[in-house]
């Protein structure tokens, strides 16, 4: 199993960022599909989430209206949209996968991609 974040990097406040997280070696479309960020000296926090049945989605109240999530089943890749940057977005943002089967939970990371937002 895989999960592998590209697209972080550097940019300016008010600025864009694509984020991309490529899933193998499971069954990608049976999965919800979130991102996750963490900032120094904080705990991890959910971003955004879309599911797998219905692509229903949900995200932080912090990136509402700015961030948006999605996700191609045909190309196993879901990706974070964030627009309108702020230097408070600046975290390692990482992409989860996750399916509960009867009693189990799949529970899949990324390793993370860093985004940074300075002048």
């Known amino acids: 199993v895989q999960l592998v974040e590209s697209g972080g990097g550097l940019v300016q406040p008010g600025g864009s960022l694509r984020l991309s997280c490529a899933a193998s070696?499971?069954?990608?479309?049976?999965?919800?599909m979130s991102w996750y960020r963490q900032a120094p000296g904080k705990e991890r926090e959910l971003v955004a989430a879309m599911r797998s049945a219905g692509g229903s989605t949900n995200y932080a109240d912090s990136v509402k209206g700015r961030f948006t999530i999605s996700r191609d089943n045909a190309k196993n890749t879901v990706y974070l949209r964030m627009n309108s940057l702020k230097p408070e977005d600046t975290a390692v943002y990482y992409c989860?996968?996750?399916?509960?089967?009867?009693?189990?939970?799949?529970?899949?990371w990324g390793q993370g991609t860093q985004v940074t937002v300075s002048s």
């Open positions: 989860n996968a996750r399916r509960l089967v009867l009693w189990k939970e799949y529970d899949y």
């Open positions: 070696g499971f069954t990608f479309s049976t999965y919800d």
